[in-house]
């Protein structure tokens, strides 16, 4: 902008410099001779001043072409005036709209970088879960295992110690024949020496015949009955081992019931997991979708403001056709000033053809 409050002495000192350079002293040399300052109705008024002082030598076409001159000057200053406004009000909405859109931008991608941080936040908890997910799966595989093999080696001593019980009971039966056989004998003695009491006088050699064969059958018996308490004393033995086994099996059933327990506490908190991971998973597509949202928004602003500018670049492009009717207009007041000496008068429909005509 000009500066304003220029004095008289400074336009008669600058219309002097015009006409020894041999220069028409119009208000825009003028203005350009004092480095663009001063208003250009106050150097219309110095110089009619000037004039006034100097006789009024000019004549009327002097004062017809001031006039005009004076009337194009206002009209360019006021053009200029509003175009500045307007860029100005433009100017200043297009800086507050794009501070807005730089703090909606800078506040999205803050919250952007917060969402991303949420994401990878909930994508290492997902991996963890996972790898804890998958630890719980091998543990759990590997307990199954272990509770197969176990329940084999039951299922083994379970058939072991049918084994041993049919045995024993196989031993036991044995053993009951022997005690009735034994029974049968001693009653069969008892029936004999009572016979061999009664026939004691005629048959004393049969009897003691039978007597040999009887002790000889008697320790037979009692041969086979000793190899039967043996055998039972074994199997005994062999039933306490079973039994000490089964004690620690159950010890172990017991553990791995224990171990179950834990299994299916394990399995509720995978079931758990899987359900906080499908949580996160859906937490992860809400925020995908708001990402999408706020990316459409700013894609939005980001048009609206290319729109802005595309407006300011029209405006521009109507200030410079302005500018270039006002050049217009001083090219053609100068050389009528030069022309001034020919004192020909200028016809007001052929200044407004020319100044119409330059805006094309």
Same mark, same amino acid.
């Given at each position: 902008?000009?500066?304003?409050?220029?004095?008289?002495?400074?336009?008669?000192?600058?219309?002097? #410099?015009?006409?020894?350079?041999?220069?028409?002293?119009?208000?825009?040399?003028?203005?350009?001779?004092?480095?663009?300052?001063?208003?250009?109705?106050?150097?219309?008024?110095?110089?009619?001043?000037? =004039?006034?002082?100097?006789?009024?030598?000019?004549?009327?076409?002097?004062?017809?072409?001031?006039?005009?001159?004076?009337?194009?000057?206002?009209?360019?200053?006021?053009?200029?005036?509003?175009?500045?406004?307007?860029?100005?009000?433009?100017?200043?909405?297009?800086? $507050?709209?794009?501070?807005? %859109?730089?703090?909606?931008?800078?506040?999205?991608?803050?919250?952007?970088?917060?969402?991303?941080?949420?994401?990878?936040?909930?994508?290492?908890?997902?991996? $963890?879960?996972?790898?804890?997910?998958?630890?719980?799966?091998?543990?759990?595989?590997?307990?199954?295992?272990?509770?197969?093999?176990?329940?084999?080696?039951?299922?083994?001593?379970?058939?072991?110690? &049918?084994?041993?019980?049919?045995?024993?009971?196989?031993?036991?039966?044995?053993?009951?024949?022997?005690?009735?056989?034994?029974?049968?004998?001693?009653?069969?003695?008892?029936?004999?020496?009572?016979?061999? @009491?009664?026939?004691?006088?005629?048959?004393?050699?049969?009897? @003691? &015949?039978?007597?040999?064969?009887?002790?000889?059958?008697?320790?037979?018996?009692?041969?086979?009955?000793?190899?039967?308490?043996?055998?039972? $004393?074994?199997?005994?033995?062999?039933?306490?081992?079973?039994?000490?086994?089964?004690?620690?099996?159950?010890?172990?059933?017991?553990?791995?019931?224990?171990?179950?327990? @834990?299994?299916?506490?394990?399995?509720?908190?995978?079931?758990?997991?899987?359900?906080?991971?499908? =949580? $996160?998973?859906?937490?992860?597509?809400?925020? #995908?979708?708001?990402?999408?949202?706020?990316?459409?928004?700013?894609?939005?602003?980001?048009?609206?403001?290319?729109?802005?500018?595309?407006? %300011?670049?029209?405006?521009?492009?109507?200030?410079?056709?302005?500018?270039?009717?006002?050049? #217009?207009?001083?090219?053609?007041?100068?050389? @009528?000033?030069?022309?001034?000496?020919?004192?020909?008068?200028?016809?007001?429909?052929?200044?407004?053809?020319?100044?119409?005509?330059?805006?094309?």
């Amino acid at each position: 902008m000009a500066r304003a409050g220029i004095y008289k002495s400074e336009v008669v000192r600058a219309r002097n #410099n015009l006409l020894a350079m041999g220069r028409h002293p119009s208000i825009d040399s003028i203005r350009i001779e004092l480095g663009n300052t001063g208003s250009k109705g106050t150097i219309h008024r110095f110089l009619k001043e000037i =004039e006034e002082e100097e006789g009024g030598a000019a004549g009327t076409q002097v004062a017809v072409s001031e006039a005009i001159q004076d009337l194009s000057s206002r009209l360019a200053e006021r053009l200029h005036e509003e175009a500045d406004q307007r860029i100005s009000a433009l100017t200043d909405k297009q800086k $507050a709209e794009v501070a807005e %859109l730089n703090s909606v931008m800078t506040a999205l991608k803050n919250e952007v970088q917060g969402f991303r941080g949420q994401v990878e936040r909930l994508s290492l908890a997902l991996a $963890a879960e996972k790898a804890a997910n998958e630890d719980a799966q091998n543990l759990l595989q590997e307990e199954k295992l272990t509770v197969a093999r176990i329940s084999q080696r039951i299922h083994d001593l379970d058939e072991q110690r &049918g084994k041993e019980e049919a045995h024993r009971q196989s031993l036991e039966e044995k053993h009951r024949h022997a005690r009735e056989a034994l029974e049968h004998f001693r009653q069969s003695s008892k029936d004999q020496r009572e016979q061999d @009491q009664r026939q004691h006088e005629q048959q004393i050699q049969f009897l @003691q &015949g039978e007597l040999r064969s009887a002790k000889d059958l008697l320790s037979a018996k009692q041969q086979e009955t000793l190899l039967a308490h043996q055998d039972n $004393a074994r199997v005994a033995n062999e039933l306490a081992h079973a039994k000490s086994e089964l004690h620690q099996l159950q010890t172990e059933v017991r553990a791995l019931r224990h171990s179950k327990e @834990q299994l299916i506490a394990l399995e509720q908190k995978c079931e758990q997991l899987k359900q906080q991971v499908s =949580e $996160a998973e859906e937490g992860i597509a809400s925020v #995908n979708i708001e990402r999408d949202n706020l990316a459409a928004i700013s894609e939005e602003r980001l048009a609206l403001a290319q729109s802005r500018e595309l407006e %300011l670049a029209t405006l521009k492009a109507v200030q410079a056709t302005q500018d270039q009717m006002l050049e #217009n207009i001083r090219k053609y007041f100068s050389e @009528q000033g030069k022309a001034g000496g020919a004192k020909k008068e200028v016809p007001s429909a052929k200044i407004q053809e020319s100044l119409f005509n330059s805006g094309d």
